[in-house]
């Protein structure tokens, strides 16, 4: 499935839940992970809003500290959350 099919999948599946598409480049990734980490990633990633913070990674809490369990934080089942970590490729706490 590729970026926008997914996106779609998430809008549908989940309208409460502001998703977006956001060039990783603009995320302030560089900052936090290196060249290598960051080759292989796509292009634009998913994210969704909660408290006002963007979310890349659905196991991490809003201050990206914390791992947590992202259908009670968040409302997204686990199985979309693996599916947005393996399409973002990249995990706040592996």
Request: glycine fraction near 6%; charged fraction near 25%; hydrophobic fraction near 30%.
């Amino acid at each position: 499935m590729n970026t926008q099919e997914l996106f779609n999948k998430l809008q549908a599946k989940y309208p409460n839940i502001e998703f977006s598409l956001d060039k990783h480049t603009e995320l302030g990734l560089q900052d936090i992970y290196s060249n290598e980490e960051l080759a292989n990633v796509p292009e634009y990633f998913i994210t969704f809003e909660s408290g006002g913070i963007g979310i890349w990674d659905p196991y991490a809490s809003e201050c990206s500290r914390f791992k947590i369990n992202p259908e009670e934080e968040y409302g997204i089942q686990q199985e979309d959350a693996k599916t947005i970590v393996e399409h973002n490729k990249l995990t706040m706490h592996g």
